[in-house]
């Protein structure tokens, strides 16, 4: 339950594939990877969807942990993003939506919605394991697909120093989830 946007983060790369299998129905062709105006698109998203749930959770949250937890979110988050934009101005590359951004906007807006029916310790909670579960999705995708496929070395130089700070997210994340109960 608390795991659903982990469990759609997962799976959410399978969409690339898929759509590459089903154009290209040679089994033994690798799936292709992301462009790099999907892949910037891909992780402008995932910060812009961690930054929504830190409002909802600053909106929410009387707990003073989890709700310097969801500044740093927000804060963190955003000054990517903003180096992301940046960067796409720069190379005069427009951010290409994908399915894999989309099953990560349509995946987050169901968890917004179940968390905005909890309260208290509950919201808290499930807050906090969504966000141990975001973070390990996103780094696990960094790590394993957009960092390798990406062409451009600033736009790779990007992620990479994303991959750090996230990593320390998802540190963080884990260990208030020991706190929070």
């Known amino acids: 339950m608390f795991k659903s946007l982990f469990v759609v983060g997962a799976l959410a790369l399978a969409p690339l594939s898929a759509a590459q299998a089903q154009s290209h129905p040679q089994a033994s062709a690798p799936a292709a990877q992301p462009s790099d105006p999907q892949i910037a698109h891909i992780a402008y998203t995932a910060g812009q969807l961690d930054i929504e749930a830190a409002d909802q959770t600053l909106a929410k949250s009387t707990n003073a ?108 994340a884990e260990q208030l989830a020991r706190h929070v109960r």
């Not at 807050?127 to 996103?138: C, G, K, L, P, Q």
Request: glycine share 4%; charged share 25%.
């Open 65 to 172: 942990e989890v709700r310097a937890f969801a500044e740093t979110m927000k804060r963190d988050h955003a000054a990517v993003n903003e180096q992301a934009m940046a960067l796409v101005k720069k190379l005069n590359v427009m951010p290409e939506a994908n399915a894999t951004s989309t099953a990560l906007t349509e995946a987050a807006a169901r968890e917004r919605e179940r968390l905005a029916g909890l309260s208290g310790m509950a919201f808290d909670k499930a807050y906090i394991d969504n966000e141990v579960a975001f973070h390990r999705t996103v780094n696990e995708a960094l790590r394993g697909t957009l960092i390798p496929g990406a062409r451009n070395a600033e736009l790779k130089a990007l992620l990479e120093r994303g991959l750090a700070l996230f990593q320390e997210h998802q540190a963080h």
